[in-house]
């Protein structure tokens, strides 16, 4: 537990912590918590001026997310798709590019599924695409078969499907958007994990060790 809790959170009754005391419970940078935040992924919070408040128990429910068991995958590598907080987007295909809990499934589809910098063979290989935003799993895309490319070089999969996403992530709410046996299953497994990933673009290539 940080050391000071907000004076607020004393007041009201319950502790509450502000996104960097949050950030340095989680071991990460208070950009990347602020993330979470803006994308409206987190339940409770409460606003003291500009300062948002966040309760502790929120804070250590997502200390405490399962890693994602990728060892239960059929493959021995997937691709990651890691996304910021929803922007607008200048495409004219898409009116959002990232994430965002408040999006409709159909929009939050068009905004995941291209356009990026990939090995589209290598990501079609893996069979699912985990979206992760600050390090977890807030949605996941199937149906990566057939790829296009762009002028510039970047790749979109106009097939994929969104298996589920997450709503909140401190209980964690999610919300399973396909009717197929194996979407679901996908789904079920890695929504609301901790994923952690290493990439300089937005596409990251991970190892499950299912063949260990």
């Known amino acids: 537990m940080p050391n000071q809790i907000s004076d607020e959170g004393w007041r009201s009754g319950r502790l509450l912590l502000t996104t960097g005391?949050?950030?340095?419970?989680?071991?990460c940078a208070?950009?990347?918590?602020?993330?979470?935040?803006?994308?409206?992924?987190?339940p409770g919070l409460s606003r003291h001026g500009v300062r948002v408040m966040i309760p502790?128990?929120?804070?250590?429910?997502?200390?405490?997310?399962?890693?994602?068991?990728?060892r239960q995958l059929d493959t021995g590598e997937i691709a990651v798709l890691r996304v910021d907080t929803a922007q607008p987007s200048d495409d004219p295909d898409r009116d959002w590019i990232g994430f965002a809990a408040s999006l409709s499934p159909?929009?939050?589809?068009?905004?995941?599924?291209?356009?990026?910098?990939?090995?589209?063979a290598s990501v079609a290989a893996g069979g699912v695409l985990p979206v992760t935003l600050s390090g977890y799993v807030v949605a996941v895309l199937t149906g990566l078969e057939r790829w296009e490319r762009n002028a510039e070089g970047r790749?979109?999969?106009?097939?994929?499907?969104?298996?589920?996403?997450?709503?909140?992530?401190?209980?964690?709410?999610?919300?399973?958007?396909?009717?197929l046996d194996g979407d679901r299953r996908l789904?079920?497994?890695?929504?609301?994990?901790?994923?952690?990933?290493?990439?300089?673009?937005a596409i990251a290539y991970v190892t499950t060790h299912a063949a260990d």
């Open 21 to 27: 005391q949050a950030a340095e419970e989680l071991g």
């Open 30 to 42: 208070i950009t990347t918590f602020r993330r979470l935040v803006r994308a409206g992924l987190l």
């Open 56 to 70: 502790l128990s929120a804070v250590q429910a997502l200390s405490a997310r399962r890693t994602a068991p990728l």
């Open 106 to 120: 159909d929009v939050l589809t068009k905004a995941l599924r291209g356009w990026w910098r990939c090995d589209p």
């Open 155 to 179: 790749h979109a999969f106009p097939d994929a499907r969104l298996a589920g996403y997450v709503t909140d992530l401190v209980a964690p709410h999610t919300v399973i958007t396909s009717g």
């Open 187 to 201: 789904a079920g497994l890695l929504l609301g994990t901790r994923l952690a990933s290493q990439s300089g673009g």
